[in-house]
């Protein structure tokens, strides 16, 4: 392979010196630095933080011509050019946004040699006209930033990404520096046959995130238990992920009448008023930013202190992505997730929906490992690492399962009191009502099923709401009771509950973990 033309007297350390100040690259750095001038394409895959821009902008300054960079968003353009002409490099960008004239300049600048640095838009590097232009160019590198932006199963897919392959076919010899911190298997290898990389050097970095605590709580009253985690928060800024419009708008009223500084954000607002909550976030006026996943790449902010899921999300890449925005300063911060398990059997129904049949499957089976991983009982770190092909061997430590370690107790007779009441109610009602009988709730439903007359209403009123319902889910779970879904969810006893009924077997369950992510909060204080 030709190495490229380089400017002799530098080297990527002094470069790395004289532009940028640091005096040692990070892990991953040099070699796809290397790979650049060596002319060979390349997959980077770098958490977010990670020092992934270095990996072309080194590069650029190197080589002779101009570095083409692709970035899907006009603001993060901005600020990177910004920096960049701050440090004395020369660097452009250009886009939609760009006034006629303002772009008449940079062209001529461009052909005169004077930019080494081009950030441009997906759709406008496609265009007929700019294509003719960097025909008349020396370019040196293309680097496509967020490059899983191909990738039709992401959550961020943009079709004007799947047409850079063209770039490929029209300047064979420029190499190709593919960038992004989705680490995902299925992604990684779609970025290189969508943008048809060319046997590339890839470099993927650790995606652990050590300062994130990653906590699940059951999912009983969301709302009074996100409004109790948030008084202990103190002011201190953080997103909620809701996984409908109507959910973010709903949740943001409440906070904001709850005395919280909250503000919603979702795809159904104007961009105006988007922009004005992203950048009233960034300066600190907003503390809660409560959104569905369109609040995503671009926010930069370092002090998000906690990433909140009300619901669970889709996959387990779009998890790492959301929860990854918290604590980009590196220091402590939380990740919690609400989950109630019946969630599952309704993300499932939505999948069904869809009718590419090769598109439901990857959604169907993306989703399971998200189910996999929130009903696991395992170091949650452990299996987002494992995911991301990034094996641990050892318990993080610094999650609800390592902090908080799950307790297993006799359940046999709470079984009984539990599956006996679903008995006497002859298996016609759901969890709810259920619940309500074993605590004795005097409701106008029960007395007019004349159901306070039953020999086991208020057999449970020693435990709370939350402790039934955990009981009740994990019967479910070990199929001692099934629910009926086209019933209204009715419960029924499988065959199964017999053998508990009659006392045949012990049954252990999980303690129900109430409040999880305060039972530890002193521990580590
Ligand atoms: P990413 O694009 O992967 O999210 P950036 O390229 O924005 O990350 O880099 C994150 C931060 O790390 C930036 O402030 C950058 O200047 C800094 N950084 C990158 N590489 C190095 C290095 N080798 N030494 C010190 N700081 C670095
Ligand atoms: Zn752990």
Same mark, same amino acid.
């Given at each position: 392979?030709?190495?490229?033309?380089?400017?002799?007297?530098?080297?990527?350390?002094?470069?790395?010196?004289?532009?940028?100040?640091?005096?040692?690259?990070?892990?991953?750095?040099?070699?796809?630095?290397?790979?650049?001038?060596?002319?060979?394409?390349?997959?980077?895959?770098?958490?977010?933080?990670?020092?992934?821009?270095?990996?072309?902008?080194?590069?650029?300054?190197?080589?002779?011509?101009?570095?083409?960079?692709?970035?899907?968003?006009?603001?993060?353009?901005?600020?990177?050019?910004?920096?960049?002409?701050?440090?004395?490099?020369?660097?452009?960008?250009?886009?939609?946004?760009?006034?006629?004239?303002?772009?008449?300049?940079?062209?001529?600048?461009?052909?005169?040699?004077?930019?080494?640095?081009?950030?441009?838009?997906?759709?406008?590097?496609?265009?007929?006209?700019?294509?003719?232009?960097?025909?008349?160019?020396?370019?040196?590198?293309?680097?496509?930033?967020?490059?899983?932006?191909?990738?039709?199963?992401?959550?961020?897919?943009?079709?004007?990404?799947?047409?850079?392959?063209?770039?490929?076919?029209?300047?064979?010899?420029?190499?190709?520096?593919?960038?992004?911190?989705?680490?995902?298997?299925?992604?990684?290898?779609?970025?290189?046959?969508?943008?048809?990389?060319?046997?590339?050097?890839?470099?993927?970095?650790?995606?652990?995130?050590?300062?994130?605590?990653?906590?699940?709580?059951?999912?009983?009253?969301?709302?009074?238990?996100?409004?109790?985690?948030?008084?202990?928060?103190?002011?201190?800024?953080?997103?909620?992920?809701?996984?409908?419009?109507?959910?973010?708008?709903?949740?943001?009223?409440?906070?904001?009448?709850?005395? *919280? #500084? %909250?503000? /919603?954000?979702? !795809?159904?607002?104007?961009?105006?008023? &988007? @922009?004005?909550?992203? +950048?009233? $976030?960034?300066?600190?006026?907003?503390?809660?930013?409560?959104?569905?996943?369109?609040?995503?790449?671009?926010?930069?902010?370092?002090?998000?202190?906690?990433?909140?899921?009300?619901?669970?999300?889709?996959?387990?890449?779009?998890?790492?992505?959301?929860?990854?925005?918290?604590?980009?300063?590196?220091?402590?911060?939380?990740?919690?997730?609400?989950?109630?398990?019946?969630?599952?059997?309704?993300?499932?129904?939505?999948?069904?929906?869809?009718?590419?049949?090769?598109?439901?499957?990857?959604?169907?089976?993306? *989703? #399971? %490992?998200? /189910?996999?991983? !929130?009903?696991?009982?395992?170091?949650? &770190? @452990?299996?987002?690492? +494992?995911? $991301?092909?990034?094996?641990?061997?050892?318990?993080?430590?610094?999650?609800?399962?390592?902090?908080?370690?799950?307790?297993?107790?006799?359940?046999?007779?709470?079984?009984?009191?539990?599956?006996?009441?679903?008995?006497?109610?002859?298996?016609?009602?759901?969890?709810?009502?259920?619940?309500?009988?074993?605590?004795?709730?005097?409701?106008?439903?029960?007395?007019?099923?004349?159901?306070?007359?039953?020999?086991?209403?208020?057999?449970?009123?020693?435990?709370?709401?939350?402790?039934?319902?955990?009981?009740?889910?994990?019967?479910?779970?070990?199929?001692?009771?099934?629910?009926?879904?086209?019933?209204?969810?009715?419960?029924?006893?499988?065959?199964?509950?017999?053998?508990?009924?009659?006392?045949?077997?012990?049954?252990?369950?999980?303690?129900?973990?109430?409040?999880?992510?305060?039972?530890?909060?002193?521990?580590?204080?």
């Amino acid at each position: 392979m030709d190495t490229l033309a380089t400017q002799q007297s530098l080297t990527p350390q002094s470069v790395l010196k004289e532009f940028f100040g640091y005096t040692t690259f990070r892990a991953g750095q040099q070699d796809a630095i290397e790979a650049c001038l060596a002319g060979r394409d390349s997959l980077v895959l770098l958490p977010t933080g990670g020092g992934k821009s270095l990996c072309y902008q080194v590069p650029a300054l190197m080589l002779q011509g101009v570095t083409i960079v692709v970035s899907p968003l006009i603001s993060l353009m901005q600020d990177q050019v910004a920096q960049l002409q701050a440090q004395g490099i020369a660097a452009e960008f250009v886009n939609n946004s760009v006034e006629w004239q303002q772009q008449q300049h940079i062209y001529q600048r461009l052909h005169n040699g004077e930019i080494k640095m081009l950030y441009v838009a997906p759709e406008k590097v496609l265009q007929r006209e700019f294509i003719d232009r960097l025909r008349n160019l020396s370019l040196s590198l293309f680097a496509i930033d967020e490059a899983h932006c191909v990738s039709h199963w992401g959550h961020d897919f943009r079709p004007h990404y799947c047409r850079l392959s063209e770039l490929k076919q029209l300047f064979p010899h420029v190499p190709t520096i593919a960038l992004t911190a989705t680490a995902d298997m299925a992604t990684r290898n779609d970025i290189i046959s969508q943008l048809n990389l060319n046997d590339p050097f890839v470099h993927t970095g650790s995606f652990d995130r050590p300062n994130i605590r990653y906590t699940i709580e059951e999912k009983f009253k969301p709302l009074s238990q996100l409004m109790r985690y948030l008084k202990t928060q103190k002011g201190q800024s953080g997103i909620i992920y809701c996984s409908s419009r109507r959910r973010v708008d709903e949740i943001a009223e409440k906070l904001s009448e709850g005395g *919280f #500084n %909250a503000a /919603a954000y979702h !795809a159904g607002m104007d961009n105006e008023q &988007r @922009q004005f909550v992203q +950048n009233a $976030f960034a300066r600190d006026d907003v503390q809660i930013v409560v959104a569905t996943v369109a609040f995503g790449m671009g926010i930069n902010k370092p002090n998000v202190r906690f990433v909140l899921h009300y619901d669970i999300p889709k996959s387990i890449e779009s998890y790492y992505q959301e929860t990854g925005r918290a604590g980009r300063d590196g220091l402590a911060a939380e990740a919690i997730m609400y989950f109630d398990p019946a969630d599952i059997g309704r993300v499932r129904r939505f999948f069904e929906d869809i009718t590419d049949e090769q598109r439901r499957k990857v959604e169907q089976q993306r *989703f #399971n %490992a998200m /189910a996999n991983f !929130a009903e696991a009982q395992t170091c949650r &770190r @452990q299996i987002l690492l +494992n995911y $991301f092909s990034e094996y641990q061997r050892e318990p993080c430590g610094n999650c609800d399962i390592c902090l908080n370690p799950p307790k297993h107790f006799d359940a046999t007779i709470v079984a009984q009191k539990a599956l006996s009441c679903v008995y006497r109610a002859e298996q016609r009602f759901g969890l709810g009502y259920i619940v309500d009988l074993l605590r004795g709730a005097n409701t106008a439903r029960i007395r007019d099923n004349q159901h306070h007359n039953l020999s086991t209403y208020g057999i449970g009123k020693d435990q709370s709401n939350e402790y039934w319902l955990s009981v009740l889910r994990q019967l479910i779970h070990h199929g001692l009771l099934a629910q009926d879904i086209t019933q209204g969810a009715t419960l029924k006893l499988t065959e199964a509950a017999r053998a508990v009924l009659k006392g045949e077997y012990t049954l252990n369950l999980a303690e129900p973990r109430l409040q999880a992510s305060h039972v530890y909060q002193d521990k580590l204080a």
